[in-house]
T-cell receptor, first 115, second 108 residues
Framework: DTAVSQTPKYLVTQMGNDKSIKCEQN?????MYWYKQDSKKFLKIMFS???????INETVPNRFSPKSPDKAHLNLHINSLELGDSAVYFC??????????????FGPGTRLLVL | GIQVEQSPPDLILQEGANSTLRCNFSDSVNNLQWFHQNPWGQLINLFY???GTKQNGRLSATTVATERYSLLYISSSQTTDSGVYFCAVAGTASKLTFGTGTRLQVTL
């Protein structure tokens, strides 16, 4: 069973389009994340949700909007795609025990190419 | 925010050799993880190790939290160990800050 899954795995689209990436975790975790990995392999957090509430929102253009319908899902919608949005987007999840964060588990990534 | 530095940036090993990868961080942390990103791009958890020492097969890791560094040891390296190794840390917030990685190539 896949712990953290993302769809689609590959996404090729034109500038200006709107697209969504879906993420689901079956680990029973209460916190989910989106990370972006650029062409130089640098990984940076974008958003984090805890029990459907936004808890981390890094400096990300407001064209990016995360949506969490329930604590097992965190989707990423991107409006008006730009060339610079081309990257690999990773979803992750973790559990908190009190104030102690536990291991973050990552999905397989979605490779987005904007033409 | 927390700064994370990894060294060396690149490493080429012959199969069977041992290596040590280092991660320095700038503040106290409550989460430190080592990941291996394989050539297909998948991020694989190696260790969750905010302090102490752990071993898993040919890999082991040690974090000295008071001195703000962690080490990843790879023994008897194999070609399948090739890829990029990332250290990532988190302080009081839950977000992981990643280092820039060590790119490892193991040759026959």
């Amino acid at each position: 069973d896949t712990a953290v899954s993302q769809t689609p795995k590959y996404l090729v689209t034109q500038m200006g389009n709107d697209k969504s990436i879906k993420c689901e975790q079956n680990l029973g975790h209460d916190t989910m994340y989106w990370y972006k990995q650029d062409s130089k392999k640098f990984l940076k957090i974008m958003f984090s949700y805890n029990n459907k509430e936004l808890i981390i929102n890094e400096t990300v253009p407001n064209r990016f909007s995360p949506k969490s319908p329930d604590k097992a899902h965190l989707n990423l919608h991107i409006n008006s795609l730009e060339l610079g949005d081309s990257a690999v987007y990773f979803c992750a999840s973790s559990q908190f025990s009190g104030s102690l964060q536990e291991t973050q588990y990552f999905g397989p990534g979605t490779r987005l190419l904007v033409l | 925010g927390i700064q994370v530095e990894q060294s060396p940036p690149d490493l080429i090993l012959q199969e069977g050799a041992n290596s040590t990868l280092r991660c320095n961080f700038s503040d106290s942390v409550n989460n430190l993880q080592w990941f291996h990103q394989n050539p297909w791009g998948q991020l694989i958890n190696l260790f969750y190790i905010p302090s102490g020492t752990k071993q898993n097969g040919r890999l082991s890791a040690t974090t000295v939290a008071t001195e703000r560094y962690s080490l990843l040891y790879i023994s008897s390296s194999q070609t399948t160990d090739s890829g990029v190794y990332f250290c990532a840390v988190a302080g009081t917030a839950s977000k992981l800050t990643f280092g820039t990685g060590t790119r490892l190539q193991v040759t026959l």
